[in-house]
Structure formats: C-alpha cells, structure tokens
C-alpha cells in the first residue's frame, strides 16, 4: 500500500496504547512512544513524514504539556496537528490542551469511529490551503511565520539576483524575565507595538517576520538601509510601553555570498546580535569575519572534544577554600582545564557554553564529579583530613531527573558520603526553570549532597523564591567583593546578603577575594568561607597537596600561601 500516512502516538500506558494502535493501523503507519521525550527523540529522525500526533497528557519522564510546549516552539514541529487524548469529561484538561497548542482532543474511553474520523480531517485540514494560510502570518503581529519568511526571502533573493540585501534579526536581553514580571498580556501587547515600529521603520523596501517570542527578522535592501534605524527603533520602543529599560539588540547579515542558505543568514545575524548582549549602549552587530572565526573554531572544538577526554587531555584544578574564623583550609573547588597539545591551557570561558549547547557538558561534568571522588577517596586511603570538595553542576545537568541517582552512584563506588561533595548550581538556572530545577535538587539535598548556589547575585532570583530554594550554601558573586570596595553603599549589599544568609540559615562563600582590604571586610561581617587569588589560584592536585600538608603543619589563623 503505497503512501500511507504515519501517525506518532505517545502514550505510556500499553493498553491504551494497544487500543489506540488497533483503531487506526487499518488505515495509518504508526511510531509509537511511551513519553514525550522518546518523542522528541523520534521526531528528531521521522518529523517530515509524520502528519498526526496522538499525545496522552500524564505520562513519567515528560509529561504532554512540556512535549507540547516543546513541539510549539520548534519551526520544524509547530505545525503538526496534535490531538490530546484525555479523561472522559474532563472540561479543564481539554481547556488546557487547547490553550498549550493542541489542535484538537478526544476522550477516554475511545470511540474507534470517532477517532478515525477525527484523524482524518484534521490531517486533511493541515493539508488543505487554509490551512497552510494560518501559517503563514504570525497571529499576533501579523508578520510572516517563519517558515514563511523563508519562503518569502528566497524569493525575493532569487527574483533580484543583482539588488544588494541586508538581513537584519533582532532579540531582546532577557525577554523571558520581562515576561514573568510583566504577564503574558501586556507582554504580547508589547511585541505587538514592536512589531508595528519595526515595520514602520524598516519593511518599507523589504520583508518581516517574527521567529520566536522577542525575535525579529528583516530582509531590507541594503540601497535603502540606513544603521541609525537602529538608534530610532530603541528609542521609540522604549518610549512606548510601560515596560522600560528593555534593551534590543540587532544583529546585520549583508548578503554577500547568494549560495549561503537563507537560515543560515538568520543564524548568522543572530549570532551577531548575540555577541553584544550584556554590551551597554551597542545596539547592533554586523556579522564579519571574526564572527566566522569564531564558528570555525567552535567547530575544531567539537571536532576535537571526544578524543580529548578519551586521551587524558582534560584534568581538574584544585583552588583552596577557607574559614574565615580560624583560617583553616576547609576544602576545594574542582575546576576543569583541558591542556590541548597545540593550543596550550584552555580555561572554561573558552568552552563550557559552547559544551552546554552541543550537550558534551554531560559527559565532561560527569569526569569532573568522578575525579574528585576519585581524589577525596585517595586522601582517605592517606589518612589526611577529610577535605571536601565543590565541583560545579552545568544547568544542563540539573535538568536532567537522573542526577540524583548519577551522583549518588558516584560517591558511592569512592566510599564517600554525598556531604563530602559540594555542588555548585549557578543562580541563574534556578531562575530559567525553578520547578524543575527545584526538584532535582530537593532530591540531591535528601541524599546528603551539600548544595552551593554559584554566583549568587547576578542572577535574578526573587527573596520570595530564595526561602524556598534546597540550599545550604550562597557562593556570591565575585562582582560583589570586588566593585568598587571603598563604597558604602555596596557595604550596604554585602551586609544585608549576610544578615539574609544567616535569617536563612546558610553559610556563605566568598569567591574572588584578591586582597586584605576584602578580607577585612569579610570577616568584619561574619562571612564564613573565602576563595580567590589573594590566597591562592586553582593549582594541579600535587600543588594543592602541599597545601595541605602546610595547613597541617601550620594551622595558623593566617592564610600562609600566597601562589598569585
Ligand atoms: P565559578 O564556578 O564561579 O568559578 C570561579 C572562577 O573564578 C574560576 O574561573 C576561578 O579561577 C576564578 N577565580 C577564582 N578566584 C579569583 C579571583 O580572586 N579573582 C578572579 N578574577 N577570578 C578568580 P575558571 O576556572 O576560569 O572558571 C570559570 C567558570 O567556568 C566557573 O565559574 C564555572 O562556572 C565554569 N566551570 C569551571 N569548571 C567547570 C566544570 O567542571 N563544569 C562546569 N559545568 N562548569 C565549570
Ligand atoms: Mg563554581
Ligand atoms: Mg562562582
């Protein structure tokens, strides 16, 4: 039977499953999946061929709302129907199946007929014309889609073969926050009047669309494009909302080289306009060739990793950590380097974003967690002072509901208790997605791993969110010692974090302490660890032993090494 059409269905229970697959094999190829991830998963290979899914709402590992949410935002995915499969009568579910994207829903118990029915106009929806027309335009700005866009530019590129063309994409700093502090609604009218000066300004000799939330896209020609736009543009957008301070950055492709695909020309402005964030007052970013540098690079880094790690290039240095009260050593942080052989040192600032977008973080954290239990474990065996050790948690690890289990494993095989393993959780994965996140850890702290939250204070977490986080530990931000330390008025900040941390009951870390000035001020406010160059700089394994037997032998109330 030739062209038959595939369905996904994901349902966790076998029997339903069973049932549903029985119904509609008579008439659909199926793939069958037991959650929303294995979904993902299967969609990642067979998404052109499949013309329906079947989603169940409450499944393990990922339930249908996150999958949805997921699917929706996907520009290869978003436009697959999906039918919600809920409990009979169940008003609210369908509600919300709806308003998460679901084209449509059917009730247990199934009827078969009404399930082939439902299946098979919905498919012949997609497919017709109207349907394709919904597609095309944004709905809430009216500009086109992104597949649309797409569609459009290559067009316009093709039919002007000797006409210069500039693309321009733009995205907001930080969207989502504005988006949880202002709500949807007034979020929404928001993009709307972006949308509409964006156009004013810049779609007079070109096209527009909207990709995701807060990004834009433009195809201008280049003979009518004028940078200072840029300037107008925030002006304007600043000026009318009552959401303020929103800083908009562009990113500009010029069109030089026709064979490169249009996507990539987007991906490419955005690059750019992501190169600025956080760069006060630069409003846009051409693309050029240290840009392109950069991807190459990144590709030899991809390239290479795997054989790095199997090859002992990457190791873990050691930076002491101590108490304030006595001066004691107290413990470590573990941070990775990777010593290649032609490039030399490499620090994390070089790689670990780009490792926590390719998803080697996993694989290389998981080295770095093992080689400090390993360490711990051999100074056991010596007899030396049960020393803990920091190591730090890539918030693509936390997202993971198997960390627990992971690390407990860990420790485990080394002999150790979890305490003995500080885990450092930067403050602004709790902020990215507390739900899950919290979990996770809640799950870590239970098993007895002792959790350090990393660089707090320059994320954004609320203190209505901080009381409920699973924490034992604040590791400020190193920004915080070091601006400015004459000023009152920080001293003001770092007072009241401290007199925060102790309402709260945890301990506090400095990091980045670089002088004695710092150091009096720390202790001067009960601060309980310190760590940073002023006492010593990470340093290899048989550095900081030495370390250790100094502490032994010393134990004085002054810090005695000084590596910097
Ligand atoms: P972090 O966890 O906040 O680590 C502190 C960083 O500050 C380290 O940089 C350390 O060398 C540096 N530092 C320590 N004392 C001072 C000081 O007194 N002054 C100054 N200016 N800097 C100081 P490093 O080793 O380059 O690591 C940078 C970041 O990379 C880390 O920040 C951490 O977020 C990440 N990282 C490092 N190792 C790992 C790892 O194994 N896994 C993951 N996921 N991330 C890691
Ligand atoms: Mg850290
Ligand atoms: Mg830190």
Known sequence: MPDRKKLLIVEDNEINRALLVGVLSSEYDIYEAGNGEEALKLLEEHSEE?????????????????????????????????????QNDAEADEVTA??????????????????????????????TAAMVNLFKYDRLTGLFSKEYFFTKGRELLQQNPTKEYVLVCSDIENFKLTNDA?????????????????RGL??????????????????????????????????????????????????????????????????????????????????????????????????????????????????????????????????????????????????????????????FITTLDAFVWERACQIMHKWDEEGRKPLS?????????????????????????????????HLEITESAYTENPAQIIETVSRLRELGFIIEMDDFGSGYSSLNMLNELPIDILKLDMRF??????????????????GLASWMNLGVVAEGVENERQVERLRELGCDYVQGYYYARPMPLEDFERIILNDNKAKAAEPQVNLT
């Open 50 to 86: 499949i013309s329906l899914i079947l989603l169940d709402i409450i499944m393990p590992v990922m339930d249908g709302y996150t999958f949805l949410s997921i699917v929706k935002k996907n520009p290869r995915l978003y436009s697959i129907p999906v039918i919600v499969t809920t």
């Open 98 to 127: 709806l308003s998460h994207g679901a084209t449509d829903f059917i009730s247990k118990p199934y009827k078969p007929k009404v399930i082939l029915h439902r299946v098979a106009s919905i498919i012949r929806l997609r497919e």
């Open 182 to 198: 202002f709500g949807t609604q007034e979020c929404d009218r928001f993009l709307k009047g972006v949308a509409d000066i964006c």
């Open 202 to 359: 810049l779609d007079k000799h070109g096209i527009m669309g909207r990709f995701y939330a807060d990004q834009f896209v433009c195809l201008a020609e280049l003979g009518h494009f004028d940078y200072q736009v840029f300037d107008q543009i925030v002006e304007e957008v600043n000026s009318f909302s009552q959401i303020k301070n929103i800083s908009m950055k562009f990113g500009v492709y010029i069109i030089d080289d026709r064979s490169v695909s249009i996507e990539q020309m987007c991906d490419r402005a955005l690059l750019a306009a992501d190169g600025i964030k956080g760069h006060y007052g630069q409003n846009y970013a051409v693309y050029d060739d240290v840009l392109r540098g950069r991807l190459i690079r990144e590709q030899a880094i991809t390239d290479s990793m795997e054989s790095a790690l199997a090859s002992g290039q990457f190791d873990i240095h050691l930076q002491p950590k101590y108490r304030v009260a006595d001066g004691a050593l107290s413990g470590a942080e573990a941070l990775v380097r990777w010593n290649h052989p032609q490039w030399g040192m490499q620090y994390p600032n070089d790689f670990i974003s780009l490792f926590e977008k390719n998803g």
């Open 389 to 421: 050790i920091s190591v730090n948690v890539s918030r693509a690890d936390a997202y993971k509901a198997r960390l627990p289990e992971l690390l407990k494993e860990i420790v485990d095989r080394h002999g150790l208790h979890p305490e003995r393993l």
């Open 481 to 498: 010692i070091q601006s400015d330390e004459h000023k009152l008025s920080k001293e003001g900040i770092l007072n009241f974090i401290m």
